[in-house]
């Protein structure tokens, strides 16, 4: 049997464009005639795809024909997932209650991960109560079945609060009592624990209905314990509450006033961190500068008009022309910092290991390919030189504005 | 001013070996700035805190309590005694249960205003201004009246050189203990050689590839997936965008708003 010899240039013909000055081509168009179609394998595969599943999955059993059109999600995703449901617990056969830093009104994400163990605690019957001085937002997400809003102690009266939260937590009658290991939290737990007369077991990594695990005896060894009234439990060791949302109802608690302590506390004022020293482990904000920077005293002129910690990337260091102690990454420091600005930094892989903590990176680099303006959530692809001068000018420009 | 410094019979993490925790010299160094300074240990042996002599100490007392019995109430009872403006101890101890509840007790104890954290102490007199750590650097100065037990925050000023001299001037009186019972039987602790748990990956999908948990790891997976992209603005432009972002998240303070 003979086929047909093709003819590649009456092909190319036939599916040109008509009516245009430079030649296009219609290669969608089906051929006619030459034999059978060609197979999709992408198209078949897309077929196969099961349709509103954030995680791909596809269903093999389907053979879909490559010539058919591929069925597309007409829903859009957001209409397909439907609000979640609240849960609700009635009548919880026992409380797990959590005490939260809550710094700013916010559940820090310590915070978040002592809901998840008090969670783990209260299993299915049991119900997490969580005491808060003050408002705070987003207690039912975070795993919360009942909330006690309490009232908040003027200026830093720890004493009083101790005080305000034992008398809360005597009223209430929790099974257990979770505080974050945290500076405040880990205070507060103590000062709570000497005034109910209770043992409390500090800075749990495992918490279970079946024992509580710290390490003790400079982390040589790990005591378990049954669970206590009291514990703390320490920063990244137990996950967050990932479940559905959860009810948070206010629960009112009668609990007596405390007798106001004597006034032994004069004052206390809040003296925030100078960027300038701040060690960079422990800086909020960092500015950082890379190879792609010559101008250092612009840089310099940049950092102190943000309040930022100044950074550098090794090559700089190790060029002299930044301190040593300002590099970021695996072999200088890792950050801890909310906000991390690079300047002309391409993103070795090391350089990213010092930044995996940072929660927002701002990156200014000429690469677009570069690693982090991959990483950055705010990517700019720009010469750092050029805006360097243009950000000190808009800052001045905006100080100038407000005297 | 007349200070007690509370000591404890700390164990190296590392070593294993007999040391007095950091933080404690640290304190000795807050101390030795302000006035009299007296060390107080109560525990088993004195040897265990003969290093704080060096460490800018002259006197030590030292209560004998049998091993394993509470040493608050003899350390409550003796302070009691002794009446200092000020009691500086580690926030933690270092090779036992690592607690940090003793401070607590002896403030209960003796109804003692409690300040934690403090990496410096200033003052004298009626009244005493301590900086307390809040991390990251920032601080609380808090000024206080009458007597006030503090924790030593480890952020604080390094302790001074041990001098060999000093140690071998220093004394170490043994004062008499008043008798305590034992407690009540403590709970049942089961103690296992120290096992490392896997570090939580913070934002990683529950089930989810090996590659999303390095991608979560690494950070990619958190911002970047939503991350805006501006390719060749104009300089102006990018210095616009970059402010309104930094003030979005609020790292920088807002231009409407006057500064301090």
Not at chain 1, 120 to 138: K, M, N, S
Not at chain 1, 207 to 217: E, H, Q, T
Not at chain 2, 58 to 65: D, F, G, L, Q, S
Request: charged fraction near 20%; include cysteine; aromatic fraction near 2%.
């Amino acid at each position: 049997m003979t086929r047909p010899r093709r003819d590649p240039r009456a092909e190319r013909a036939s599916i040109q464009v008509a009516g245009e000055a430079r030649p296009r081509f219609d290669r969608t168009a089906r051929r006619t005639g030459s034999g059978r179609p060609r197979r999709d394998p992408r198209t078949e595969r897309a077929g196969q795809r099961v349709a509103a599943e954030a995680r791909p999955r596809y269903d093999l059993s389907q053979t879909v024909r490559f010539d058919a059109p591929v069925a597309t999600d007409a829903q859009p995703k957001t209409a397909a997932a439907p609000p979640p449901k609240i849960l609700i617990v009635e009548a919880p056969a026992f409380l797990v209650a959590v005490v939260p830093d809550a710094p700013g009104g916010r559940l820090s994400s310590h915070d978040r991960q002592v809901l998840g163990a008090a969670r783990a605690l209260a299993g299915r019957e049991g119900g997490v109560a969580i005491l808060t001085l003050g408002a705070c937002e987003g207690v039912g997400p975070a795993g919360a079945d009942r909330w006690l809003p309490l009232d908040v102690v003027e200026g830093y009266d720890p004493a009083t609060q101790a005080a305000r939260v034992a008398a809360a937590l005597t009223a209430l009658a929790p099974r257990y009592v979770l505080f974050p290991e945290s500076l405040d939290g880990g205070d507060l737990a103590r000062r709570v624990a000497v005034r109910m007369g209770e043992p409390v077991f500090t800075n749990a990594e495992v918490v279970a209905a079946n024992g509580l695990v710290r390490p003790a005896r400079g982390r040589r060894v790990e005591q378990r314990i049954a669970p206590g009234l009291l514990a703390t439990v320490a920063p990244d060791a137990v996950a967050e509450y990932g479940g559905p949302p959860r009810e948070a109802r206010p629960l009112p608690v009668e609990a007596e006033a405390p007798t106001p302590s004597l006034k032994r506390i004069v004052s206390a004022t809040r003296v925030p961190a100078d960027p300038a020293t701040v060690p960079l482990a422990l800086a909020e904000f960092v500015a950082s500068v890379g190879n792609g920077i010559t101008d250092l005293d612009t840089f310099r002129q940049v950092v102190a008009a943000l309040r930022a910690t100044p950074g550098a990337s090794r090559v700089l260091c190790d060029a002299g022309l930044m301190p040593r102690h300002t590099q970021v990454g695996a072999s200088g420091t890792v950050l801890a910092a909310t906000c991390y600005f690079a300047l002309g930094i391409s993103g070795a892989p090391q350089h990213l290991q010092g930044v995996a903590g940072c929660e927002h990176v701002v990156a200014v680099n000429t690469d677009l390919h570069a690693a982090m303006i991959e990483r950055a959530g705010l990517a700019i692809v720009q010469d750092a030189q050029v805006v360097m001068p243009a950000l000190l000018r808009l800052l001045a420009d905006e100080a100038g504005e407000s005297v | 001013m007349k200070i007690v410094v509370l000591l404890s019979a700390g164990r190296h993490p590392v070593s294993g070996a007999p040391v007095l925790p950091r933080m404690e010299a640290q304190a000795i160094r807050i101390a030795a700035s302000l006035g009299e300074v007296l060390g107080l240990h109560a525990g088993p042996d004195a040897d265990a805190v003969r290093e704080a002599l060096g460490l800018g100490l002259t006197r030590i007392e030292h209560i004998a309590v049998a091993k394993g019995l509470d040493p608050v109430p003899a350390l409550a009872a003796r302070l009691a005694a002794l009446a200092p403006d000020l009691v500086l101890a580690g926030r933690r101890g270092q090779g036992g249960a690592e607690s940090g509840v003793v401070p607590y007790a002896l403030a209960e104890a003796l109804d003692l205003l409690l300040i934690p954290d403090v990496v410096a102490v200033s003052g004298g007199g009626d009244t005493l201004t301590l900086d307390q750590s809040l991390g990251r650097g920032a601080l609380r100065r808090v000024a206080v009246r009458g007597p006030v037990l503090a924790t030593v925050h480890p952020d604080a000023a390094a302790p001074l050189a041990y001098a060999y001299g000093k140690a071998r001037r220093g004394t170490i009186e043994r004062v008499g203990a008043a008798a305590t019972a034992a407690d009540g039987p403590e709970a049942a602790v089961e103690e296992r050689p120290y096992r490392r748990r896997p570090k939580l990956v913070k934002g990683a999908p529950t089930g989810g590839s090996a590659a999303e948990r390095l991608k979560a790891a690494t950070g990619e997976g958190g911002s970047a997936t939503k991350g805006r992209l501006l390719v060749e603005p104009d300089p102006e432009e990018a210095a616009r965008e970059i402010l309104a972002y930094l003030r979005q998240i609020g790292v920088i303070a807002d231009a409407s708003k006057p500064k301090q």
